[in-house]
């Protein structure tokens, strides 16, 4: 479930901003959707000016993304296995992030987001895990003081129904998540298939990422807690960053 509230300009500013923070040399993972992927054009710009880096995709998507602008990229198992450099760096967006305390002050910077509108966050939570530092790329609407997005969660096919009736008995009203252009579910980069679940307003998302978790079926949830460094919030000035 996409949220659409934010400009592309204001999307651009918070993307290009966070890969100012990329250096010479480093691994840096490389998010999905339309605000990371201006980080990576960004990144693809610094490459044809001569930085030396190498980008671990999250999705079929960031990879596409990552070829047409020159970044070489390379697995995450070759980056992270035994004698590996690991990753430095990883910059990716998200549908929702908790910024703000009541009416809307930045007096609370958790940085737990929602992410995973794209069917990507399965992927994007193991690079974005494996990451020295998560710097997410959002524009305003995506910053909330409660998360209330639908949180998707990537089930085996097998266990769609099953996984759905969990969601249920933890609170949750999960809908399969269709494509738009054919008949049939959205199938992930994995082959599974993703259920949008509503919570209303997520009061306690460590307790909800561990509830979903625990769910057989349930390969990952877009609940990322505790896992963002930085929150570049682009607008139509500039951009805000909230170091957590
Ligand atoms: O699965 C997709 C990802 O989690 C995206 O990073 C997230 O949906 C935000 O995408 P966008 O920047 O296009 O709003």
């Known amino acids: 479930m996409k949220t659409t509230g934010g400009t592309d300009a204001q999307k651009r500013r918070a993307g290009e901003s966070a890969a100012e923070a990329v250096s010479d040399g480093d691994v840096v993972g490389l998010g999905t959707g339309s605000t990371a992927a201006h980080a990576i054009r960004a990144i693809g710009r610094a490459v044809d000016a001569g930085l030396d880096v190498r980008g671990v995709p999250t999705s079929f998507d960031a990879r596409a993304c990552a070829r047409d602008h020159g970044i070489p990229t390379v697995g995450l198992d070759t980056v992270c296995g035994p004698d590996g450099p690991g990753i430095d760096i990883a910059i990716d967006g998200a549908d929702q992030v908790v910024l ?136 139509d000035d500039g951009v805000a960053i909230h170091e957590i």
Do not use: Q, Y
């Open 100 to 235: 703000t305390g009541e009416g809307g002050d930045v007096e609370e910077v958790s940085g737990t987001l929602i992410k995973g509108g794209g069917a990507a966050h399965a992927r994007e939570k193991v690079v974005d895990a494996a990451a020295d530092r998560l710097l997410v790329v959002v524009d305003p609407s995506k910053v909330t003081n409660v998360l209330t997005a639908d949180v998707p969660v990537e089930v085996l096919p097998e266990a769609h129904t099953t996984a759905a009736t969990a969601i249920r008995d933890a609170g949750g009203e999960p809908t399969l998540r269709r494509a738009e252009r054919k008949d049939g579910p959205v199938v992930t980069d994995n082959g599974n298939l993703v259920l949008d679940c509503s919570f209303d307003a997520i009061a306690d998302p460590g307790r909800l990422a561990g509830t979903l978790s625990a769910i057989p079926g349930v390969l990952d949830h877009g609940l990322f807690v505790d896992m963002a460094d930085e929150v570049h919030v682009g607008d």
